[in-house]
């Protein structure tokens, strides 16, 4: 328990120590150059937990020692700053894994800016940090001026030459560097190769292939100053050719220890060929064939191929299978082994030189063991100085297999034949043709044989090696009458002839060829057999066998010719008859017999029910072909039906029979003997004809073409009315001139009016319908039929055809109504007269009757109304309006003129006011008599409006304000200044224009009295009226202040006037009449035309208690007398200051009467007084003098 306790301490301190994050970096500062390629690493160590760590790279630029700008991450696309994103999506600044905890960071352009202090950073995955996580470096980047140059040239040199070769190498680095320089040769697509090199240590080596050139001096690398190196090769080889160049290397140790190399430049090459001193050699070795016979020759040759062969010395040896055959030294004699010696010396081989460059081994007369393998070795010697050849270099070809064959048969062969199908009965013949590969050793035998389609084999003929001819058992007759032959062309070629051939003979035809040699001892064996044959198909002559009838003209007319033709397939030759025989069906009958028969030998046969035909039938066949054809001419309907011919194909045999083969029937061909085609046109134009009633309608039916010359039509006319379903029938004219009438014209009484007729050009149909009716409208066309007389002197209808219509339209006379369309504005007076003006400017037939109408309309009306109308018997009637508005007594008509017609509208009043035209109807007799309407217009309109007089009522409004006693009378006059008519009558009222507080007031000084001023301003006046007087000179009630005080007068027929009676001060006040205008209607009644109201009256009623001292100041001249003198100055100013103030309160009040009413007019104010007179008069203005 005691030693637990430290060795767990030392567990823990030995854990924690190996959880410490470590991060390390390359040691700085790097120096790198401007655009080379620089990597640094980093590793991390003491992690726990995932192996496969992360890195992330900043760097702190010069300008901003502080400040990190992070470059790239192996985990965060994101993480690089603008500066670097660039570089880093472009791929030219990457991070590599190069192990789980191990990278490098590669920037492959590296530029100037990229100076700075580098930190490695990698991100713990741990919640708890220990050790370091991060590792910082320096790198400096200077310029690179490294320069490598030399001259570019291409130098041609031959084997053995020397070469020199220069480059300038300099730079310009102020840091510590060493220089290495290389020269390489570049061969191609090849590797480069290194010449020789002089390393950064001083240190000459080459590479492999010239590093034994260079320790004996060969090669040499020579500085010369302070920036040359030369190459130097002093013997050139052949390898050697290829580009030279220079490569400069500037290295730079880092604080590590280690060399890095900055930056490689290489210079620009220089072409070196080299021409070669040739000393190399080829064999080939050659032979006319591999495979042979025993007994024939055979020759081997030798090729050398090489230069300046005469100048060097050659040995060549043969070998068999591995063994020496013969040996040829320099000297060219042979030597051969003993085997080969044996048969040198009999003549059968031979071994020589041929020329310089070709060596021979032949042998004459081939044995079968001689089967094997050749071939020849080259040896190129040296003659020493003693003479004696030293072995240089050995070369040999590849080795040449013959195969030696054994004796035997040397015959080959061949079958042809003229023909692998034919047709039965057509000849074959057989050719069998045999080749030798030497000379011919013996004799043949031949035997022709025929394998059947069972695969049965049977002998046609045979010839023995004596040449004698036999032929087979089933062949005996066919040769003895010459159906089969055989016979020898040539000494190796037979011929096997088969004419007239049948089915049977077809098969597989085979010629049996047996060599025959004569042994030592004079017998004959055989060497050989060969076989050969062809094959050969034939046709039975019924294969195939059919007849077939057309003909182009199925179809024929009367007296027409037609033609029929019976083919025969397949295509015969002239040697096989076939019998034709044409049989015939008439229309209506089931059975055939024989017309006519084309026999086997070329004769013709008819038939015995032939007779009818004989005269008008020409059967004739094909020269070519056995095609038959029948014509017949002057067709009728006897030679209509249905025709069929029949086939008979025959065979001759060798022994001069005949044999019928096959029968074959035709199909049935049928002949309709038709009428001709007809050629009628009938002329299908439309045509649209309008026209007035009581003109003809002139309608035609032309036919344009027509079958025969003979033709004769019949037409028939129809009439089409949209109300039916079918055309009727107006008029038939058959084909021998007949008339016939159609029910349309029977129904529609027509008879009277048609008219037919036929033109000389004989095409040209014509029917008129005379004195036109508009119920004769509708569509016409005609109907035609063509008619010929048949072969049998009957006629018959050929075609028929209806022509284009003709569309009539009748119509009435067009209509040509017009009137005035003058538009009218007319203002009149009550009572005044009105004319209206009806004007027909053109009509449509001056034998036509007008009726006239009269309309009016009036605003407030929907639809106008009949004002009045006059019939085309020349009635006059009354129209609604004339009803209504009691025009029946106002109504006036007259025409002065022709076509002219007006309307006068007497003592007019404001209602006959309208919107006011005319309508004319024009009406014609129809040609049975009838009256219909034709046209009818309107007229323009013409606005009538009739007004009542002017309002010329004016009453006086310049009366003057009146100050009278208590108990005295004041006067109101209304006088009328203008009236509007004449007949006018007025109703007079009279009204008291008083405030709400006039008879509460006394008499207030003057602060009071503006102060009641702005009060009456503000209340609204009493209107009472006094007495009112109707136009018809009623009187209405008196007022109630007023009743029995009132007096009323009329002066005149203008001037009316009231007197009041007992003034008091309460009668003070304004006062005022209104006049109303009445004139009676047109129709007696009375309206009021206008009203008018005269100026406001100013009464003041005074107090009869006054005193002396009031009635002084009610004097105005005694007044003055008095009291102004002494103060004139004071009251100027009074009044002065009263006026300013009076117009400020107008123009506030902006010029309004009371309540905001218009001023409408102002009469003289009135002048107040003060009870005691002795103040200036106030001027003020008092309700009574304004309203």
């Known amino acids: 328990?005691?030693?637990?306790?430290?060795?767990?301490?030392?567990?823990?301190?030995?854990?924690?120590?190996?959880?410490?994050?470590?991060?390390?970096?390359?040691?700085?500062?790097?120096?790198?150059?401007?655009?080379?390629?620089?990597?640094?690493?980093?590793?991390?160590?003491?992690?726990?937990?995932?192996?496969?760590?992360?890195?992330?790279?900043?760097?702190?630029?010069?300008?901003?020692?502080?400040?990190?700008?992070?470059?790239?991450?192996?985990?965060?696309?994101?993480?690089?700053?603008?500066?670097?994103?660039?570089?880093?999506?472009?791929?030219?600044?990457?991070?590599?894994?190069?192990?789980?905890?191990?990278?490098?960071?590669?920037?492959?352009?590296?530029?100037?800016?990229?100076?700075?202090?580098?930190?490695?950073?990698?991100?713990?995955?741990?919640?708890?940090?220990?050790?370091?996580?991060?590792?910082?470096?320096?790198?400096?980047?200077?310029?690179?001026?490294?320069?490598?140059?030399?001259?570019?040239?291409?130098?041609?040199?031959?084997?053995?030459?020397?070469?020199?070769?220069?480059?300038?190498?300099?730079?310009?680095?102020?840091?510590?560097?060493?220089?290495?320089?290389?020269?390489?040769?570049?061969?191609?697509?090849?590797?480069?190769?290194?010449?020789?090199?002089?390393?950064?240590?001083?240190?000459?080596?080459?590479?492999?292939?010239?590093?034994?050139?260079?320790?004996?001096?060969?090669?040499?690398?020579?500085?010369?100053?302070?920036?040359?190196?030369?190459?130097?090769?002093?013997?050139?080889?052949?390898?050697?050719?290829?580009?030279?160049?220079?490569?400069?290397?500037?290295?730079?140790?880092?604080?590590?220890?280690?060399?890095?190399?900055?930056?490689?430049?290489?210079?620009?090459?220089?072409?070196?060929?080299?021409?070669?001193?040739?000393?190399?050699?080829?064999?080939?070795?050659?032979?006319?064939?591999?495979?042979?016979?025993?007994?024939e020759p055979a020759e081997f040759r030798c090729i050398l191929e090489a230069q300046s062969i005469p100048d060097r010395y050659f040995a060549i040896s043969w070998a068999f299978n591995s063994s020496l055959i013969a040996s040829v030294g320099p000297n060219a004699v042979p030597v051969l082994n003993s085997e080969f010696a044996h048969r040198e010396a009999r003549g059968q081989l031979k071994v020589a030189k041929e020329s310089d460059s070709v060596f021979v081994l032949k042998i004459y007369h081939l044995r079968q063991e001689d089967s094997g393998k050749y071939n020849c070795r080259v040896t190129e010697q040296e003659k020493t100085v003693t003479g004696k050849f030293i072995d240089k270099e050995s070369k040999r070809p590849k080795n040449i297999p013959i195969i030696v064959l054994p004796l035997k048969s040397s015959i080959s062969m061949e079958v042809a034949s003229n023909a692998s199908v034919i047709l039965e009965g057509e000849n074959l013949h057989f050719s069998c043709s045999i080749r030798t590969a030497g000379r011919q050793q013996g004799r043949f035998s031949i035997i022709w044989q025929l394998v059947d389609r069972q695969n049965r084999r049977s002998n046609i003929m045979w010839l023995d090696r004596d040449g004698t001819v036999q032929p087979g058992a089933s062949y005996w007759e066919r040769s003895s009458f010459g159906g089969v032959q055989m016979e020898q062309v040539q000494p190796n070629s037979f011929i096997l002839g088969i004419f007239n051939s049948?089915?049977?003979?077809?098969?597989?035809?085979?010629?049996?060829?047996?060599?025959?040699?004569?042994?030592?001892?004079?017998?004959?064996?055989?060497?050989?057999?060969?076989?050969?044959?062809?094959?050969?198909?034939?046709?039975?002559?019924?294969?195939?066998?059919?007849?077939?009838?057309?003909?182009?003209?199925?179809?024929?007319?009367?007296?027409?010719?037609?033609?029929?033709?019976?083919?025969?397939?397949?295509?015969?030759?002239?040697?096989?008859?076939?019998?034709?025989?044409?049989?015939?069906?008439?229309?209506?009958?089931?059975?055939?017999?024989?017309?006519?028969t084309f026999t086997r030998d070329g004769g013709v046969q008819w038939g015995d029910r032939s007779s009818s035909f004989r005269t008008r039938t020409a059967i004739e066949k094909a020269e070519s072909s056995n095609n038959v054809r029948l014509s017949i001419s002057r067709a009728s309907d006897t030679e209509a039906g249905k025709y069929q011919c029949v086939a008979e194909l025959w065979r001759k045999n060798y022994n001069n029979t005949w044999t019928r083969l096959a029968e074959r029937t035709s199909n049935l061909l049928e002949i309709r003997v038709l009428q001709p085609v007809t050629k009628l046109q009938v002329s299908k134009s439309k045509r649209t004809l309008t026209l007035v009633e009581n003109r003809p309608i002139q309608l035609n039916c032309s036919v344009k073409s027509q079958t025969s010359q003979n033709s004769h039509f019949a037409v028939l006319w129809y009439v089409h009315k949209p109300s039916?379903?079918?055309?009727?029938?107006?008029?038939?004219?058959?084909?021998?001139?007949?008339?016939?009438?159609?029910?349309?014209?029977?129904?529609?009484?027509?008879?009277?009016?048609?008219?037919?007729?036929?033109?000389?050009?004989?095409?040209?149909?014509?029917?008129?319908?005379?004195?036109?009716?508009?119920?004769?409208?509708?569509?016409?066309?005609?109907?035609?039929?063509?008619?010929?007389?048949?072969?049998?002197?009957?006629?018959?209808?050929?075609?028929?055809?209806?022509?284009?219509?003709?569309?009539?339209?009748?119509?009435?006379?067009?209509?040509?109504?017009?009137?005035?369309?003058?538009?009218?504005?007319?203002?009149?007076?009550?009572?005044?007269?009105?004319?209206?003006?009806?004007?027909?400017?053109?009509?449509?037939?001056?034998?036509?009757?007008?009726?006239?109408?009269?309309?009016?309309?009036?605003?407030?009306?929907?639809?106008?109304?009949?004002?009045?109308?006059?019939?085309?018997?020349?009635?006059?009637?009354?129209?609604?309006?004339?009803?209504?508005?009691?025009?029946?007594?106002?109504?006036?008509?007259?025409?002065?003129?022709?076509?002219?017609?007006?309307?006068?509208?007497?003592?007019?009043?404001?209602?006959?006011?309208?919107?006011?035209?005319?309508?004319?109807?024009?009406?014609?007799?129809?040609?049975?008599?009838?009256?219909?309407?034709?046209?009818?217009?309107?007229?323009?309109?013409?606005?009538?409006?009739?007004?009542?007089?002017?309002?010329?009522?004016?009453?006086?409004?310049?009366?003057?304000?009146?100050?009278?006693?208590?108990?005295?009378?004041?006067?109101?006059?209304?006088?009328?200044?203008?009236?509007?008519?004449?007949?006018?009558?007025?109703?007079?009222?009279?009204?008291?224009?008083?405030?709400?507080?006039?008879?509460?007031?006394?008499?207030?000084?003057?602060?009071?009295?503006?102060?009641?001023?702005?009060?009456?301003?503000?209340?609204?006046?009493?209107?009472?009226?006094?007495?009112?007087?109707?136009p018809d000179a009623v009187f209405g009630p008196e007022g109630g202040p007023w009743e029995g005080r009132l007096r009323f007068q009329r002066l005149s027929p203008l001037l009316y006037r009231l007197t009041v009676l007992q003034a008091s001060p309460r009668d003070t006040g304004n006062y005022s009449c209104r006049v109303e205008e009445w004139l009676p209607s047109p129709q007696k009644e009375w309206y009021r035309l206008t009203e008018e109201e005269s100026a406001p009256i100013g009464i003041r009623v005074l107090d009869t208690s006054s005193t002396l001292q009031s009635m002084i100041c009610s004097n105005d001249a005694l007044f003055y007398f008095i009291f102004f003198y002494p103060f004139p100055i004071f009251g100027i100013l009074i009044i002065t200051i009263l006026l300013v103030r009076f117009k400020s309160r107008n123009s506030s009040k902006n010029s309004d009467g009371k309540n905001g009413v218009p001023l409408l007019w102002i009469k003289e104010p009135h002048l107040n007084y003060s009870p005691t007179c002795l103040e200036p008069p106030v001027l003020s203005i008092h309700p009574g003098a304004i309203d």
């Open 1 to 295: 328990m005691k030693c637990f306790f430290p060795v767990l301490s030392c567990l823990a301190v030995l854990g924690v120590v190996s959880a410490q994050w470590q991060v390390t970096v390359q040691e700085g500062p790097l120096y790198r150059t401007e655009g080379s390629h620089i990597t640094i690493w980093c590793n991390v160590s003491g992690y726990q937990g995932r192996s496969v760590q992360n890195f992330q790279w900043s760097i702190y630029l010069p300008s901003a020692p502080e400040r990190e700008v992070q470059i790239v991450s192996t985990t965060d696309s994101s993480f690089p700053y603008a500066i670097y994103t660039q570089r880093v999506r472009s791929g030219k600044i990457y991070v590599e894994r190069v192990q789980e905890n191990s990278a490098l960071l590669h920037i492959t352009d590296l530029q100037a800016r990229d100076v700075g202090e580098y930190e490695c950073h990698t991100p713990s995955p741990d919640d708890q940090f220990f050790g370091s996580y991060s590792a910082k470096m320096n790198l400096v980047v200077i310029p690179d001026t490294l320069q490598t140059t030399a001259i570019p040239q291409t130098l041609h040199k031959v084997e053995q030459d020397p070469l020199e070769l220069s480059c300038e190498v300099a730079t310009e680095t102020f840091q510590h560097s060493h220089l290495s320089v290389s020269w390489l040769r570049q061969r191609g697509s090849e590797k480069s190769v290194e010449v020789i090199s002089l390393s950064r240590d001083f240190v000459l080596h080459s590479s492999s292939e010239y590093a034994q050139r260079q320790s004996l001096g060969e090669v040499r690398l020579d500085k010369l100053g302070r920036t040359t190196f030369r190459l130097t090769v002093f013997h050139l080889q052949p390898s050697d050719q290829g580009e030279f160049y220079c490569e400069a290397t500037e290295w730079i140790q880092d604080p590590d220890g280690s060399w890095y190399a900055m930056t490689r430049k290489r210079s620009e090459g220089t072409v070196v060929n080299v021409q070669p001193t040739d000393k190399e050699f080829a064999v080939r070795l050659e032979t006319e064939k591999r495979l042979y016979t025993v007994g």
């Open 502 to 596: 049948r089915k049977e003979d077809e098969g597989q035809y085979e010629c049996h060829v047996t060599e025959w040699v004569r042994a030592v001892d004079g017998e004959w064996q055989i060497v050989g057999e060969r076989r050969a044959s062809t094959p050969v198909s034939i046709t039975a002559l019924e294969t195939g066998f059919a007849v077939t009838a057309i003909s182009r003209t199925p179809g024929v007319t009367y007296s027409e010719s037609f033609d029929l033709q019976c083919i025969i397939k397949p295509h015969y030759p002239a040697r096989v008859p076939v019998s034709v025989t044409w049989r015939f069906q008439p229309v209506g009958t089931v059975e055939f017999h024989d017309l006519v």
């Open 724 to 1030: 039916d379903a079918d055309g009727k029938l107006i008029l038939k004219t058959t084909h021998n001139s007949a008339f016939e009438y159609g029910t349309y014209a029977e129904e529609e009484g027509l008879r009277g009016r048609l008219q037919f007729e036929r033109h000389v050009s004989g095409g040209l149909f014509s029917l008129t319908v005379q004195r036109a009716e508009v119920s004769d409208s509708g569509s016409y066309y005609c109907h035609v039929e063509e008619w010929l007389l048949s072969p049998n002197y009957a006629w018959y209808k050929l075609a028929e055809e209806v022509s284009g219509r003709t569309e009539v339209t009748v119509k009435q006379p067009d209509s040509r109504l017009k009137l005035s369309q003058a538009q009218g504005n007319l203002s009149v007076l009550e009572t005044q007269q009105v004319q209206l003006e009806c004007t027909v400017l053109n009509r449509t037939s001056t034998a036509s009757q007008l009726v006239v109408e009269w309309f009016v309309w009036k605003p407030n009306q929907p639809e106008q109304e009949t004002v009045a109308r006059l019939s085309r018997e020349a009635t006059f009637h009354y129209g609604e309006q004339a009803a209504k508005n009691n025009l029946k007594g106002r109504l006036h008509l007259e025409s002065p003129s022709l076509g002219v017609y007006r309307l006068f509208i007497q003592n007019v009043a404001v209602q006959d006011s309208g919107t006011y035209n005319c309508r004319v109807e024009e009406w014609l007799s129809s040609p049975s008599g009838m009256w219909y309407k034709r046209a009818e217009d309107t007229s323009g309109q013409t606005a009538v409006t009739v007004m009542r007089p002017d309002a010329a009522l004016q009453v006086d409004t310049v009366v003057p304000n009146t100050t009278v006693a208590e108990k005295a009378a004041f006067q109101l006059d209304c006088s009328i200044v203008s009236r509007s008519s004449q007949d006018s009558h007025f109703a007079v009222a009279w009204y008291s224009l008083r405030t709400k507080a006039a008879g509460q007031r006394g008499s207030p000084g003057l602060q009071e009295e503006e102060e009641e001023g702005e009060e009456e301003e503000e209340d609204p006046a009493e209107r009472m009226a006094l007495l009112s007087v109707g």
